[in-house]
């Protein structure tokens, strides 16, 4: 079956730092990838996608590429600010029976402090 | 645009009660939205899957005669946690993915902590 792995976190960071959060998956067929964003006591927004191997999606200065050779959707950014602190999600959706189910990662909490 | 609105955002009752969440996409038609739980600090979990007037499917494991999925419009989706316990404390989240877009991103409301004392 499919499967997203995250990183462990907490990811603890000073301000304008880099930031890396790896994601791998397993699928079968071409799934498309995604990287949701949750805030405490939020439910999740849609950060970045990409739907087939070598796109990038970016928003918001973070970034994530399609790797099909090392099945990884790897989120970066250059340089965090506090409000980036949150819980990333990374995930992967197959059409499956026609419609996108979605398989999560555990999520990876991200710190950012000034 | 692809907003979800869910309502009520927070929830305390006593146990036995039963408790009606609403998934609402306001500015588009939702073919399909799920139902999620998320335990404190850890994934969603998926509980089921409903399509506009039709029966939900459910992940194995969860109980269909206690949480009950309505799914009457494709706009407006009812999750009824029956005869709710302490056990059945959690966040709760729906989304939804837009009608006739295949493969598009599921649109996620803001949940619901359900508090049972």
């Known amino acids: 079956g499919n499967s997203v792995t995250q990183m462990e976190g907490p990811v603890t960071l000073s301000e304008e730092a880099f930031l890396t959060i790896n994601c791998t998956y397993t699928a079968t067929g071409y799934p498309s990838l995604f990287w949701y964003v949750q805030y405490p006591g939020e439910g999740l927004q849609l950060l970045l996608k990409a739907t087939k191997a070598d796109d990038k999606g970016s928003n918001k200065g973070f970034e994530a590429t399609y790797r099909k050779e090392t099945t990884s959707f790897h989120l970066e950014k250059g340089s965090v600010q506090v409000s980036d602190s949150a819980v990333y999600f990374c995930a992967l959706s197959d059409l499956g029976s026609g419609y996108s189910t979605l398989t999560f990662g555990k999520g990876t909490m991200l710190l950012v402090s000034p | 645009g692809a907003v979800v609105s869910q309502h009520p955002s927070w929830v305390i009752c006593k146990s036995g009660t039963s408790v009606k969440i609403e998934c609402r996409s306001l500015?588009?038609?939702?073919?399909?939205m799920f139902w999620y739980r998320q335990f404190p600090k850890q994934s969603l979990m998926l509980m089921a899957t409903s399509n506009e007037g039709s029966k939900a499917t459910y992940e194995q494991g969860v109980e269909k005669d206690k949480f009950l999925i309505n799914h009457a419009s494709l706009t407006l989706s009812t999750l009824t946690v029956t005869s709710a316990h302490p056990e059945d404390s959690s966040f709760y989240i729906c989304?939804?993915?837009?009608?006739?877009?295949?493969?598009?991103?599921?649109?996620f409301g803001d949940g619901t902590r359900l508090s049972i004392l």
């Open positions: 500015d588009f038609q939702a073919t399909t």
């Open positions: 989304s939804a993915t837009e009608l006739g877009i295949s493969n598009q991103p599921q649109h």
